[in-house]
């Protein structure tokens, strides 16, 4: 069964980089906390919304964690799953959601400049498809 989500929240925590081992290799993976709102009316008033856990993985993890700060809106898409613990302190059974996300990609609203790569001339390209 494929539990695709899209949606579009604001980051309640900056992401955090770290490195697992995953068959034998290391990985890296961003967490973040991010609360997906319900907004509704022309006053745009929260109606609903949830916190999501969000893992995001390889080089879009390392990308994730250098543009995106906390407060920011961002767009995911990704494998949306429940997960369920045991509380520390208590030992009682806890239940929460958590996003593997595929993709983000920063609302346009939070951008204050935009700075690009140079391109990568690839050899015996049409320079016309490479602008």
Do not use: H
Not at 82 to 100: F, N, Y
Request: aromatic fraction near 12%; include cysteine.
């Amino acid at each position: 069964m494929i539990n695709e989500f899209i949606g579009i929240g604001n980051l309640g925590t900056a992401p955090i980089l770290r490195t697992v081992t995953v068959n034998e290799q290391p990985r890296t993976v961003a967490d973040l906390r991010v609360y997906f709102d319900r907004r509704v009316g022309e006053d745009f008033q929260d109606k609903g919304g949830f916190w999501v856990s969000v893992d995001i993985w390889g080089f879009r993890a390392e990308e994730a964690v250098r543009v995106l700060k906390k407060g920011a809106r961002v767009f995911f898409m990704g494998t949306l799953r429940q997960e369920i613990w045991a509380d520390d302190a208590t030992g009682e059974s806890r239940a929460g959601l958590r996003l593997s996300a595929n993709y983000f990609f920063l609302d346009s609203i939070c951008i204050e400049t935009i700075d690009y790569r140079a391109k990568v001339q690839v050899a015996n390209a049409d320079p016309a498809e490479t602008e």
